[in-house]
Nanobody, 122 residues
Framework: QVQLVESGGGLVQPGGSLRLSCLAS????????MGWYRQAPGKERDSVAI???????KCADSVKDRFTISRDNAKNTVYLQMNILKPEDTAVYYC????????????????WGKGTPVTVSS
């Protein structure tokens, strides 16, 4: 079993910043990609940012100048630093991790957190 727990969401004014964290725990052999998705009310879940286990990153065009993804492999944690937040960033933010476990030792499988809400409003 692998659990992902997000934290750091909340209410922030336009132009403000938040830092999301996501801790992966459980019977983990290794973690490949980690990342963040978001889902706004009435919309599909979209990719926000991805980071490989070697540190290569990719961010959506809508956030790449404002958001930064990073990870601490020793802590099995991925972060999302969000700056210059806009009302359109309002969404539930979900983290995911591609994890190799004793049950899935070769290709691993994706695990998801339950999400943390971010509201950008004055």
């Amino acid at each position: 079993q692998v659990q992902l727990v997000e934290s750091g969401g909340g209410l922030v004014q336009p132009g403000g910043s938040l830092r999301l964290s996501c801790l992966a725990s459980g019977n983990i052999l290794s973690i490949q990609d980690m990342g963040w998705y978001r889902q706004a009310p009435g919309k599909e879940r979209d990719s926000v940012a991805i980071i490989t286990n070697s540190g290569a990153t990719k961010c959506a065009d809508s956030v790449k100048d404002r958001f930064t993804i990073s990870r601490d492999n020793a802590k099995n944690t991925v972060y999302l630093q969000m700056n210059i937040l806009k009302p359109e960033d309002t969404a539930v933010y979900y983290c995911y991790a591609a994890v190799r476990t004793p049950t899935y030792p070769y290709y691993g499988r994706n695990y998801w957190g339950k999400g943390t809400p971010v509201t950008v409003s004055s």
